[in-house]
Nanobody
Framework: QVQLVESGGGLVQAGDSLRLSCAAS?????MGWFRQAPGKEREFVSS???????YYANSVKGRFTISRDNAKNTVYLQMNSLKPEDTAVYYC?????????????????WGQGTQVTVSS
């Protein structure tokens, strides 16, 4: 089992930045971020492999940056130029497999989520 704990969410204005963190109880091969807005399905945001290879959803490419510190078993999501449509609960996820994926069903462990609200 892997426990994931997210932090860093909050209320910001459009154009601001936030950095989310996700601390894992032990190392994992691939980690990812997903988000879910009210009334919508959970959607992929970004993922990062153990070697720091990355994958982004088109909606956040160029604005969000995912990174990881393997020594700390922590993954980060730097979110810049935030928009109101980025408002959602952001979930950290981890999978036992080595490969990047944008499918939520490929992930084995999930955090409890952290709220990000972007006001216009």
């Amino acid at each position: 089992q892997v426990q994931l704990v997210e932090s860093g969410g909050g209320l910001v204005q459009a154009g601001d930045s936030l950095r989310l963190s996700c601390a894992a109880s032990r190392g994992t091969f691939t980690m990812g971020w997903f988000r879910q807005a009210p009334g919508k399905e959970r959607e992929f945001v970004s993922s990062i492999k153990w070697d720091s290879s990355t994958y982004y959803a088109n909606s956040v490419k160029g604005r969000f940056t995912i990174s990881r510190d393997n020594a700390k078993n922590t993954v980060y999501l730097q979110m810049n130029s935030l928009k109101p449509e980025d408002t959602a609960v952001y979930y950290c996820a981890a999978r036992r497999e080595r490969w990047l994926s944008g499918r939520s069903s490929d992930y084995d462990y999930w955090g409890q989520g952290t709220q990000v609200t972007v006001s216009s």
